[in-house]
């Protein structure tokens, strides 16, 4: 059931529609993967990873070239997403375990305006195809009308369990392929009015088998240590010391692979239903990922200062709308998760999302290519005990517990190598981060957010 907030902000915003109903009103595709760096496609660099749809729609549109998570891991990072507030204000801080689905299953953000509540309240159609792990997954939320949804955060990628119609039903096939099947049937049944398409793909998450064979293959040709590292990009290669780990690579890129067949197909419909230059299509992930960067597996535990490494934050970012998003454009604003909602509200003409105080810019100009700085110098990050400030130059991540502080200078140390924290020569470079971190933190986290996820479960709930 929604809050009375909730409800409140969609009643406005139903009486706010009329303003634009002569207008003819983008439709929103918003492509979500789970745990895909920007590291592993074409178009960010890497020259072993076969992304040619990805590719195609990054030369259509606009390339955010550091574009980040705020959080490196799924749950609080979707909700920072969809409700444009961070995860000390939201209050997802890690992993939902136990409320998905079960006597525990809750819907966690129903005092949040999402992304979709505000688009409905001006008379879009919502859909939801894919993972939610947001609490709650059997049923419907946040005024999605269509929902086909994960029951957990994960699960095997073969004749997966799915939430449709009120129950949990095995779905044969590959899930990449059944949940784009979903997406064409929405997109069909809704080409002549507003809608908003939430595809929430699983991929590249673990598990890594079950994934296109024929990928899988390709993939296992590759040596994987034959390219040297990006001395100014590194982490826009294939580690060298992952070679080590070739199958789980080739099952980690066919994945990928899985994924860019099937947005494809997305690109397909959208231009058969003759709704291309009507349609913003966006292509993002909800965290980056360490696979053999730095030494690294995926991600460590919420107190790990070490999940604020560029490969954990720095994700995909691609906007296309043919005659409106300048084509092959790229720039180097610096975006987060948290500018999303502001932004595609603005580009799309709409006033700004109710929620409050939301910490995000919007970055329309940029979409539109009136601006290629974007409104933002630096932006912020947290996990656990960690919080970070990232510029232009410079990276902090500050251990609120009083553990060792970290300190980077991206310029001269782009792979996060060198800790410079204590040196004289960046104390005063250090002071000015830190006080930017603490004054941002107070502005914008609230105190008394009920911290959901999984470190903050007692020993006794995980029995």
Known sequence: ??????????????????????????????????DQGAWSTGCYGNPEAKTPTIDRLASEGIRFRRAF????????????????????QHGIHDWIALENTGPRAR????????????????????????????????????????????????????????????????VPGYITDR?????????????????????????????WKGHPQDLVDEYMKIPFDSIPKDPVHPWSVTPRNAHGHKGTLAQYFAAVGGVDRNVERILKQIDDLKLANNTLVVYSSDQGFNIGHHGLWGKGNASNPRNMYDTSMQIP????QPGRVPKGAETDALFSSYDFVPTVLDYMGLPPSPGRNLPGHSFAKVLRGEDQQGPADAVFGEYGRARMIRTDRWKLVHRCDGGPDEL????????????????????????????????????????????????YLRPADME
């Open 1 to 34: 059931m929604k809050s009375r907030f909730t409800w409140t902000a969609i009643v406005l915003f139903c009486g706010a529609a009329a303003w634009a109903a002569d207008v003819p009103r983008t439709n929103l595709v918003f492509i979500l993967t789970d």
């Open 69 to 88: 998570a705020t959080i490196p891991v799924c749950s609080p990072s979707r909700a920072t997403f969809l409700t444009g507030r961070i995860a000390s």
């Open 107 to 170: 819907y966690i953000l129903d005092r949040e305006v999402l992304l979709s509540d505000a688009l409905a309240g001006h008379g879009y159609t919502c859909g939801l195809v894919g993972k939610w792990h947001l609490g709650d997954s059997l049923r419907p939320h946040a005024s999605f009308s269509y929902w086909f949804a994960m029951p957990k955060g994960s699960d095997v990628y073969n004749n997966t369990p799915m939430c449709w119609n009120g129950r949990i039903e095995e």
């Open 179 to 207: 949940i784009t099947d979903h997406a064409l049937k929405f997109m069909e049944a809704n080409q002549h009015k507003p809608f908003f398409l939430f595809v929430a793909y699983g991929a590249p998450h673990s598990p």
């Open 317 to 320: 970012l691609i906007f296309r």
């Open 408 to 455: 980077y200078d991206l310029h001269a140390d782009p792979d996060e190598k060198t800790n410079l924290i204590d040196k004289p020569e960046h104390r005063k470079t250090m002071i000015g981060l830190r006080d930017r971190i603490f004054r941002w933190f107070k502005t914008y986290a609230e105190s008394g957010a009920d911290p959901v996820g999984n470190e």
